[in-house]
DNA sequence: TCAAAAGTGTTCTCCCTACACCCATGG
DNA sequence: CCATGGGTGTAGGGAGAACACTTTTGA
């Protein structure tokens, strides 16, 4: 039998999907690479991707990415940007189109047997393989525009959290900071939040309360959209 | 020679752009559509749009078809969807990279010698072929929350307008009603438009100053954004 | 003289911003 | 008792929303 057994009277890219998986560690916001095992740009480091499936959309093919990469199935994404210059990949013509992913970075570390995947600080990322500087520069910004119309923080916080690591994550996101008392008090006008009756001890100074988001109202606003200013 | 000479190891879809063009004729906000002449969907509208060809980009390609359909090689455009649904076209695997289009209308309607294309109010819009009923609403959508950080008028409107036109262009878009006063402190506090010495008289009642942007200014605030709240 | 369209100004309110004070703990 | 971190309150400013008056013309 032929190797190459489908034929086309036109010439037809190939399709991938890649993944922009964020985390946050508490600290700093953070993305999923994989090292390139093979040419080309072997040795560089590359978001997770690979080829569409015949059976399946974009999305259920990011989705598949993501779940082989994190072992996650029930993440946000959305996907950003399709990325078609004739020569972004030197092998063949190759067309991506790219997803954003929200995950719950210690959901994944426990389960991530992908000894070539790691974590990267966004501020802190190598040269990567392609054309993948523009695809993180892209979902960067589509994250911080998204941020401005729908909270954010369900999808990459632990159930439970303090004021400041919320505070923490936007400003990670944002690259800004922000007045502790002001941010508060927008977090809490928003009427997402719930305010647990437990406490932690994030330092030995003092406790803090531990909040978790009102699921019903966020996905409400989620839906909604609302405006906020920063 | 065969029929079919591009072969390749794993089946590859086939690529096309759609374009959903934006008019804006004084009054509505319109959509350029053309009908199909051919199965599937014979009789019915969709958006301009065509194979991507080998050697350009998903962009190259949107604004080859724009120019076929519209003569115009200047317009605005933006990639807003990749839409992949393995069913999505009965006859075989397409994945549509859509991209919206904003043209001054007048411009169009002289060298317009599709005569199967037809401007269509966005309130008025027939069933479409494919999943273009889809791709409307997802660039609808796309376009009233760009409308929120990003000036807009200028791909749409003729080079001088006046307050009022500016104002109902943003009402067809948002589909909502302003105060007058309002809208025109709002649009002059942006510094983008540079009021005129010509007047018009655009009902027999009373002559109306004529603005132009300030294509600087204008596209300084494109490039930086805003917040415009509505 | 009246209706319709366009230009301009004022007030009120809300939200964002900047900033200060209090409290609890460990050293 | 003091430094640190967390919780809460207050005064000022700016922008949006609601709203009214004037001018000009044709009928």
Redesign the pocket.
């Known amino acids: 039998m032929e190797n190459k057994q489908y034929c086309y009277k036109y010439p037809h890219p190939s399709v991938t999907t890649d993944c922009v998986i964020f985390g946050f560690d508490g600290v700093d916001l953070k993305v999923l690479l994989v090292e390139r095992g093979q040419e080309p740009y072997k040795g560089r480091w590359a978001f997770p991707g690979g080829f569409l499936k015949p059976e399946e959309s974009a999305e259920e093919g990011a989705l598949r990415e993501l779940k082989e990469e994190t072992g996650l199935e029930n993440a946000y994404i959305e996907q950003f940007h399709t990325y078609s210059a004739p020569d972004r990949d030197p092998r063949e013509r190759v067309i991506t189109i790219a997803y954003l992913a929200l995950v719950k970075i210690q959901d994944v570390e426990g389960g991530d047997d992908a000894a070539d995947a790691q974590w990267f600080s966004v501020k802190n990322v190598p040269q990567l393989a392609f054309d993948h500087d523009l695809i993180l520069r892209d979902a960067l910004r589509r994250l911080r525009e998204r941020i401005h119309f729908h909270p954010i923080g369900y999808d990459l916080l632990p159930m439970k959290f303090?004021?400041?690591e919320l505070q923490t994550l936007y400003e990670a996101i944002l690259g800004i900071r922000f007045?502790?008392?002001?941010f508060?008090?927008?977090m809490l006008?928003l009427d997402i939040l719930t305010q647990l009756d437990e406490?932690v001890w994030?330092?030995?100074?003092?406790?803090?309360?531990l909040y978790s988001f009102n699921i019903d109202k966020y996905n409400e606003l989620k839906q909604r959209g609302f405006r906020?200013?920063?």
Chains 1, 2 share one sequence.
């Open positions: 303090t004021l400041k007045d502790r008392r002001n508060a008090k927008k006008h406490t994030p330092t030995p100074k003092r406790e803090a309360n906020l200013e920063f």
